[in-house]
């Protein structure tokens, strides 16, 4: 794993997390099994913006009657389909993703990412894929571990002469997550992931829900990298209001010890 695929990953995993889309909405209860989501990322020191689309399928009813409407469908078990696509300075970035809940006790997870770059000397394309298993050992708490697949090709064009290079690589990982929400919606939910490989990646978050909209979320991450490198630390914050079950709108800052490499997201979600 190296540096510039970890931070794409990271980027590419908010994306999964956060979405806008303004649509009239109704304080009454209703069918949800759709998602639009939408955003608009800024990042320090890049003069443009990352925007980008995602819609969700959920395979059965999310109810909005209980717990807190941002994790409800983990909360819910409810199985779902995804995909999404991103643009940044002319680069396309497409995402697909599908989570499966089994008799309530074990889920499977798998998330697929693609992205061509292209460069002044040459053209990179990247492949991410997360495949995950997880086992609940109880309503609040779920184990799990899996494995990142990750492939870079780069096309190098230096004069008259051309060249390809690959890379591939495959790392374990493991998960947990604890959450404490209860119907009311209110209480912790706590997420940590370990990736073992020449650059381990270790990450968790936590968030609290005052309430079943709102929610505020802080975030750290560790990237242990090899000789030559410096290891990275990245801190985020993130807010989450959902003015009812259909509609939020969400804002997020993450701050790492690289120079110019904030990122400022503001985002929105509806559910119908």
């Known amino acids: 794993m190296n540096i510039k695929s970890n931070k794409l990953s990271t980027m590419l995993t908010a ?5 806008a889309s303004v649509f009239s909405v109704s304080s009454t209860h209703a069918a949800l099994q759709n998602e ?3 955003m608009a990322v800024d990042f ?4 443009d913006n990352l925007y980008g689309a995602k819609y969700v399928r959920y395979l059965d009813e999310v109810s909005g009657n209980s717990g807190a409407y941002l994790i409800n ?7 779902s389909l995804s995909g999404a696509y ?7 970035i497409f995402n697909l993703g599908s989570t499966f809940y089994f008799d309530d006790t074990w889920m499977l997870g798998i998330d697929a990412t693609h992205g061509k770059f292209d460069e002044e000397f040459g053209d990179e394309d990247y492949t991410n894929i997360d495949l995950k298993v997880g086992f609940n050992l109880s309503r609040q708490w779920q184990i799990g571990a899996g494995l990142m697949y990750q492939r870079a090709t780069y096309d190098f064009n230096a004069g008259e002469e051309s060249y390809r290079e690959s890379e591939n690589e495959t790392s374990p990982l493991v998960f947990t997550r604890y959450t404490t929400v209860d119907n009311g919606g209110t209480g912790w939910d706590f997420i940590a992931q370990y990736i073992a490989d020449d650059v381990d990646v270790l990450s968790g978050s936590a968030r609290y829900f005052f309430s079943p909209g709102l929610s505020i979320q802080g975030s750290y991450s560790y990237t242990n990298a090899p000789d030559g490198f410096d290891n990275v630390k990245t801190a985020g914050v993130s807010i989450d209001y959902w003015v009812n ?4 709108v969400s804002a997020s800052y993450e ?11 503001l985002t929105a979600s509806y559910r119908f």
């Open 86 to 92: 991103a643009n940044l300075d002319g680069i396309d």
């Open 255 to 265: 701050t790492d010890s690289d120079i110019e490499s904030d990122v400022a997201s």
């Open 15 to 19: 994306l999964s997390l956060i979405t």
């Open 245 to 248: 079950e259909q509609f939020a």
């Open 44 to 47: 320090e020191g890049i003069d």
């Open 73 to 79: 469908p983990y909360l819910q078990r409810v199985s």
């Open 36 to 38: 639009v989501q939408v």
